[in-house]
T-cell receptor
């Protein structure tokens, strides 16, 4: 089985712009979660989508949004970019049918975003 | 809210030494605990996953233990090698379907 893929791998944007990141989960996985990793805050949970619905959300401002398509692929959007949004954005997929449970999350390689 | 702490933040050891990395968490109601490795600028590589009903897991030179009641896990690396140099992260899954990560231990194995 192919792993979790993320595109693009690298992005450079300027303040005020918006950006869209994409994540394709492992075939058969319907849950997709997004995480942000920064040197100062570490790895933090952004949100989770399951069957095209946001099922869980972390503590991030409304500039961060996402969606999931019927094929389980997910996109994450950040509007009005700030310098502090520079980070590695990681996507993870799992087979979880319920919100909570022991299923493993499998991570993609990440998208590194630099905001100038 | 679940909080995960890893000690030490950084560790340097000579090649061949055995070492232990520590992880503690505040809420013992977890589904599982996972250890990851992250190389600089890269994504996460899953090393070991321990379900809440298990006490330990082993893979090659790695052994992870879990003591849910005390909120602790350790990752034991035997006979360390320079290729083990990386940041090691522990993460717990509790509540909804998301992971709570520690801040990591940066390991350097000196040849």
């Amino acid at each position: 089985k192919a792993g979790v893929t993320q595109t693009p791998r690298y992005l450079i944007k300027t303040r005020g712009q918006q950006v869209t990141l994409s994540c394709s989960p492992i075939s058969g996985h319907r849950s997709v979660s997004w995480y942000q990793q920064t040197p100062g805050q570490g790895l933090q949970f952004l949100f989770e989508y399951f069957s095209e619905t946001q099922r869980n959300k972390g503590n991030f401002p409304g500039r961060f949004s996402g969606r999931q398509f019927s094929n389980s692929r997910s996109e994450m959007n950040v509007s009005t970019l700030e310098l502090g949004d520079s980070a590695l954005y990681l996507c993870a997929s799992s087979y979880s049918r319920t919100s909570g449970g022991p299923e493993t999350q499998y991570f993609g390689p990440g998208t590194r975003l630099l905001v100038l | 809210k679940q909080e995960v702490t890893q000690i030490p933040a950084a560790l340097s050891v000579p090649e061949g030494e055995n070492l232990v990395l520590n992880c503690s968490f505040t809420d013992s109601a977890i589904y599982n605990l996972q250890w990851f490795r992250q190389d600089p600028g890269k994504g996460l590589t899953s090393l070991l996953l321990i379900q809440s009903s298990q006490r330990e897991q082993t893979s090659g030179r790695l052994n992870a233990s879990l003591d849910k009641s005390s909120g602790r896990s350790t990752l034991y690396i035997a006979a360390s090698q320079p290729g083990d140099s990386a940041t090691y992260l522990c993460a717990v899954k509790s509540g909804a379907n998301n992971l709570f990560f520690g801040t990591g231990t940066r390991l350097t194995v000196i040849p």
